[in-house]
């Protein structure tokens, strides 16, 4: 047993030695961060195949390169090296150190030519707290920290540059402070793009953390999504706007329904939770680009679902679509229209505590599930949940549209247990 033990220890040293003597380097690109990815073993420089490599396996190798877990693989972008071909159909998780530690067929063994050598960039941004990857604070990485941008300034353009960073396309749209404060270096202020750069570094600003007058309550936000919900009581419900040709557009109610309003909801990152809401939000303004939209509900991408073409329209903005995307749920009843209640926040689902919790609490949740503001309190009726208890306390005067809008204390903090689940009853 010892002798077994001591193989292992053996066996781990000498993994963690190979690792250590792996390095990694970019070559041949427009800049440092953006280049043929060309790895380091047994004395000699080498290629990496692009088979399977993908975002996850690029972030390793930005790690090793000291800009953080942020990268993008660019394919063959960058053109191919000489010599040998290290490393084939890699694939890492994207949270190692290093990329010896990710799997691949073995140092040397593939079945590549140079024409497929792997380039990456190291992407100095990133979007956190968010729903989906598409959407977050904005976070940029200098000096080995990362750190927030403040909003002074920072407008669509700006946004817009951070979204093509991010290989996403031109869609960037400002949504303010709407993901909260971080702590740590504000990096950048002011920030003024032309909007054709490449990075927002490249961008005009006051220099690496110099900052005039900011606070971390001024920390941007931004959203790459080509959809988004606008007016609405929370980012979760609004008049609903498409990106096209650089534009946003809204989407004529012919035809759409609570199918579409599911696939519009999994493209913001809430899941396949919607409800169409008719024209609540009212009109909007610039070209319809959608109409006669037919969906599944099972789609990744509203431009998958039939409609007309794009532009293609008999409508006017009073027919603007309006969409909710659901954050209640009721589980455990005998109908959709009763049982314990829970709510979706920051992408998981927890319950709600019955402190303070009334008919007028349950008569909002009643109102974001489509059944009006008719509701009823139920106690503890469908027994206790698990997971996150996200809200405790909530006092609503029974007429508001979403919970979020009642007062409560902050998410996730209370003095509950789950024997007090709320459950709540929709039925007339």
Not at 328 to 333: A, C, T
Not at 420 to 427: G, I, L, N, R
């Amino acid at each position: 047993m010892l002798n077994l033990a001591l193989s292992a220890v053996s066996l781990l040293l000498l993994l963690t030695a190979a690792a250590a003597q792996v390095s990694v380097r970019l070559a041949d690109g427009p800049n440092p961060k953006a280049e043929r990815l060309e790895v380091y073993y047994n004395g000699t420089w080498g290629t990496v195949c692009h088979d399977y490599f993908d975002t996850a396996d690029a972030k390793v190798v930005c790690y090793m390169l000291g800009h953080g877990h942020s990268g993008l693989s660019r394919g063959t972008r960058y053109g191919h090296g000489s010599g040998k071909i290290w490393l084939d159909d890699v694939q890492c998780r994207g949270t190692e150190n290093n990329i010896a530690d990710c799997r691949h067929y073995g140092w040397g063994i593939h079945n590549c030519r140079h024409i497929k050598d792997v380039s990456v960039e190291c992407i100095p941004v990133r979007l956190v707290e968010g729903p989906s990857p598409l959407e977050g604070r904005l976070e940029v990485h200098y000096d080995g920290v990362w750190g927030t941008v403040c909003d002074d300034g920072f407008d669509e353009v700006d946004a817009s540059v951070v979204c093509e960073m991010l290989g996403y396309g031109r869609s960037g749209r400002l949504i303010n402070q709407r993901y909260g404060a971080s702590n740590g270096t504000i990096w950048l202020d002011d920030v003024q793009c032309t909007g054709t750069e490449t990075s927002i570094v490249d961008c005009r600003h006051h220099g690496w953390g110099r900052l005039r007058s900011c606070y971390h309550w001024e920390d941007v936000s931004v959203s790459c999504s080509t959809v988004s919900l606008v007016r609405g009581s929370s980012p979760q419900e609004g008049l609903l706007e498409v990106h096209r040709f650089d534009t946003w557009g809204t989407v004529c109610d012919d035809y759409f329904d609570d199918a579409a309003a599911r696939v519009v909801c999994h493209m913001l990152g809430y899941g396949y939770f919607g409800h169409f809401l008719s024209n609540r939000y009212g009109a909007g303004s610039g070209p319809i680009w959608l109409d006669d939209v037919h969906c599944y509900g099972n789609e990744t991408n509203i431009s998958d679902c039939r409609h007309r073409g794009w532009g293609h329209h008999d409508c006017n903005h009073e027919e603007d679509v309006s969409v909710s995307c659901i954050t209640v749920r009721l589980v455990g009843g005998s109908s959709p229209e009763e049982g314990r209640l829970e709510v979706r926040y920051k992408g998981t689902w927890g319950t709600v505590c019955d402190d303070y919790f009334d008919n007028a609490a349950a008569g909002v949740v009643c109102y974001m599930l489509g059944f009006k503001h008719a509701g009823r309190f139920i106690g503890n009726r469908y027994g206790p949940g698990n997971g996150t208890i996200w809200l405790d306390s909530i006092r609503c005067h029974g007429m508001e549209r979403h919970i979020s809008e009642c007062s409560n204390g902050i998410w996730g903090t209370h003095n509950c247990g789950h024997h007090e689940d709320v459950a709540v009853s929709c039925t007339s």
